[in-house]
């Protein structure tokens, strides 16, 4: 880690939290700066993230997550660092697996997943978001010819090759089962780290049961469609 | 020359002014315009050779003369409609990656009272 290596946190509408999130990733990761992507939120997450001591590169309109991932990599591209690990703005994701996947990226890899599913005890979600993650997970694996635990992880980490490649072609709808297909297609190095998960600090989920089913289906079509597409 | 065929004739009149008047205010682009345009002159031409759409109707071997026109309609409109989706999704792209590009260029300036607080990009901490 150090020098050429940005943590990207997403972040929409969590001024309750935003701050706190950077202000322990600065802590626990003093060597790595830490930049926000807000995007378009409509209270003070920006105001919030600059206080904690954090870049922000803030979206005028609300894009969408995968739109802010794209986002959090051009700025890494533009700025010249190497290494990227995106995390939620939430809280969600523990400071403490980031070196995990930094190892991981040191060691060749181009996308790693930090993966809930790969042998640390973490924050259990609801039992359809497990067994909608576990369909997901086989679709992906097949599709990608490589086991993947957790196809729905926002935990990652990116390699030069993998920052330049998604600052400019990032996924439709569905960043993450979608991203990780994407790179399989290129022939990048996929790498899952098992990482640990918290809940969320503050706000609620928007993921309904109905909601999940809905997305299960559309994130199985979003990955046929991808396979789909020329590379 | 039939009633019907004066209120068609006289709706296509109209809806060409109506084309040409929104060209004239910038509101429509050239391309749309032409479109456009050449949708009210087959509808002019429908009024005036009235035999077209029977004509049409044996050719596709459709019994029903006005349902080969209803057919034309529908195909045409559905293809209008995948255009305009395809231009709708070609602007969201554009769309987005300029505000990304708007976003990365205003974190190189942010408010005044906060340069002080957050790291230069490329420093540690």
């Known amino acids: 880690m150090g020098a050429g290596t940005l943590i990207v946190l997403l972040a929409y509408n969590e001024e309750a939290c935003i701050a706190d999130v950077v202000t322990e990733l600065r802590r626990e990761l003093p060597d790595v700066d830490v930049a926000v992507v807000d995007d378009g939120s409509r209270d003070e997450t920006s105001e919030r993230a600059r206080e904690g001591g954090a870049r922000v590169v803030r979206h005028p309109i609300n894009l969408g997550v995968a739109a802010a991932e794209a986002t959090g990599l051009l700025y890494a591209l533009r700025h010249g660092y190497s290494r990227v690990v995106r995390m939620d703005g939430d809280g969600q994701h523990d400071p403490h697996s980031v070196p995990a996947l930094l190892k991981a990226l040191e060691g060749g890899a181009e996308l790693v997943v930090g993966s809930r599913f790969a042998g640390v005890e973490s924050f259990r979600s609801t039992w359809l978001r497990r067994f909608g993650s576990g369909l997901i997970s086989r679709l992906l694996s097949s599709l990608c010819r490589q086991r993947i635990t957790d196809p729905t992880s926002g935990f990652r980490g990116f390699g030069p090759r993998a920052i330049r490649y998604f600052s400019t072609h990032f996924p439709h709808d569905y960043p993450e089962p979608e991203s990780v297909l994407m790179a399989s297609r290129q022939r990048f190095p996929i790498v899952e780290v098992p990482v640990k998960m918290r809940s969320r600090r503050a706000g609620v989920s928007s993921l309904t049961p109905w909601r999940s089913t809905f997305y299960m289906a559309k994130v199985s079509f979003a990955l046929f469609m991808e396979r789909f597409r020329a590379v | ?125």
Request: aromatic share 8%; hydrophobic share 55%.
């Open chain 2, 1 to 125: 020359m039939s009633r019907s065929s004066i209120i068609v004739l006289v709706f296509s009149a109209a809806f060409a002014v109506a084309v040409l008047l929104s060209a004239r205010r910038r509101r429509t682009s050239e391309h749309h315009t032409f479109s456009w345009l050449l949708v009210s002159l087959l509808t002019a031409g429908l009024a005036l050779w009235r035999n077209a759409i029977d004509t049409l109707a044996a050719a596709m071997g459709i019994y029903y003369a006005p349902s080969a026109l209803f057919f034309v309609v529908c195909g045409g409109l559905v293809w209008m409609l995948f255009r305009l989706s395809l231009q709708v999704a070609e602007q969201r792209r554009q769309l987005q990656r300029l505000a990304q590009e708007l976003a990365v260029l205003s974190a190189e300036r942010p408010p005044p009272g906060d340069r002080a607080s957050a790291p230069a990009p490329g420093s540690a901490g």
